[in-house]
């Protein structure tokens, strides 16, 4: 708004010039009279509001992406089936970034500069959202990233809606020392850097628990790897002192497949070599005999077999709009529920979909979670979530064994030194990498 001296200036203000002074009134009343219409959102968005979907439809990855499409796709239907939002429909700009990583940073541009999207809603590897990541943050997008992941990165422009180590690994780590008596571990996982973060995260947080690091078997293969002969080979063969082994995966994809093929062609049980999974949740295992499965487990913050009256109505509402009930729900699918939802209710708030203002009123959002209990975003663009250990059934569910209450989510891990020292606060300190010992916010050494 302007101010009543700058006003004067503007326009030339002389005492005595009865024009003038009515030109001054004109403009000072045009200023407030703009100021509250975007204050009330009258003028705070060209309709339609567009939400920009980017998740691989094809490729490695569209095992696990392609459902989250179709999730978006859902949400934005039924907030137009409630009136919109501003007073204008959503639309949906999706998009197909191929499993392939620079082609996700050429999609988000595109979304952003070419398609004008509002926010979006995409990724799921790592690697993908560290190609998107200096794109959001240069053009000052607005992404909502709804998978599990390594933590170490808190970026102003990206909300984090899925689990962080501390909602994730480090509690399924616990389940297989504390319940299942596991001495020995087996960290496999896909060569990118979800998996190689986080599995420094657990070496360091097992040998602080007293493993031995000669008991601790790690191994990376590449997107879509289908021979797992040798790998199982070594993971059994961890086991001929008599040790408790158990194997932690990070290995993401269409290699799922032939991971568990070949355990159950080796003979390996649950209850021989358990097997704790991050990103094997109900879609994964809807293309899969699960037969020889059952027993291992997954560790997410929501499963589809919650018991929960939320959980019912949306399970209820997915299987309408997308005409299949034999269609599953998964983690991801939730995190993307409870961020779409979130993002309306600060757009609402804001008045506008303009990302700063909305940014604003993301701190303390609170949404019911589909499996008892709320949700709440915290200054470190983290969620609080409860933590779910879920064992595989022979229907491709999971009977879920544990579940705790809401966890607030870990930008920055305590078991890296470098990490330990450091918070992330976007609302009160401005910065996503504070170091709490020199008192400094340090910039982030992206390693996109």
Avoid at 42 to 56: E, M, R, T, Y
Avoid at 302 to 311: G, H, K, P, V
Avoid at 406 to 416: K, R, S, Y
Wanted: net charge negative; glycine share 8%; with cysteine.
């Amino acid at each position: 708004m302007l101010s009543y001296e700058s006003a004067r200036q503007f326009c030339g203000f002389q005492q005595g010039n009865m024009e003038v002074k009515i030109q001054l009134k004109a403009t000072l009343a045009s200023a407030l009279f703009a100021s509250t219409a975007i204050a009330s959102g009258a003028f705070a968005a060209d309709c339609p509001i567009k939400v920009g979907v980017l998740h691989s439809l094809s490729g490695s990855m569209a095992i696990s992406e392609t459902t989250l499409k179709d999730a978006m796709l859902m949400l934005v239907e039924q907030q137009n089936e409630k009136g919109g939002l501003l007073g204008c429909d959503l639309e949906a700009v999706v998009v197909d970034p191929a499993s392939d990583w620079p082609l996700f940073a050429e999609k988000a541009r595109e979304l952003l500069t070419v398609q004008n999207v509002d926010v979006i809603f995409g990724n799921w590897t790592s690697v993908s959202r560290k190609s998107v990541l200096p794109v959001i943050e240069e053009l000052n997008g607005l992404l909502f990233y709804p998978v599990q992941y390594e933590g170490e990165e808190s970026s102003k422009n990206v909300f984090y809606t899925g689990a962080a180590p501390n909602q994730q690994a480090i509690p399924a780590t616990d389940y297989f020392l504390d319940e299942l008596g596991v001495e020995k571990f087996a960290l496999l996982g896909t060569d990118y850097v979800y998996p190689r973060t986080t599995n420094s995260i657990l070496e360091s947080y097992l040998k602080s628990k007293g493993i031995a690091e000669e008991d601790i078997f790690v191994n990376y293969t590449p997107f879509g790897h289908s021979d797992w002969s040798k790998i199982v080979a070594d993971v059994v063969a961890l086991g001929a002192d008599g040790k408790k082994v158990g194997v932690i995966s990070t290995i993401n994809g269409d290699a799922n497949i032939g991971f568990y093929k070949e355990l159950a062609a080796a003979g390996v049980s649950a209850d021989d070599i358990p097997v704790v999974a991050f990103s094997v949740g109900e879609e994964e295992l809807s293309g899969l005999d699960t037969s020889n499965l059952v027993g291992h487990l997954a560790a997410w913050n929501y499963f589809m077999s919650a018991d929960t009256e939320e959980n019912a109505s949306f399970i209820e509402a997915w299987h309408a709009f997308i005409g299949d009930d034999a269609r599953v729900t998964n983690d991801p699918m939730e995190a993307h529920y409870i961020g779409f939802n979130m993002w309306v209710n600060a757009v609402e708030a804001a008045g506008t979909t303009d990302v700063d203002a909305v940014r604003s009123e993301m701190y303390g959002q609170e949404f019911p979670n589909l499996t008892g209990g709320t949700a709440v975003m915290n200054v470190n663009h983290h969620l609080s979530k409860p933590v779910l250990i879920g064992e595989i059934l022979d229907d491709g569910q999971f009977d879920i064994i544990s579940q705790t209450e809401e966890v607030p989510g870990d930008a920055w891990t305590d078991f890296l030194p470098e990490s330990a020292v450091l918070k992330s606060d976007w609302k009160d300190l401005g910065c996503g990498m504070y170091n709490t010992e020199t008192e400094t916010c340090v910039q982030l050494k992206s390693n996109y």
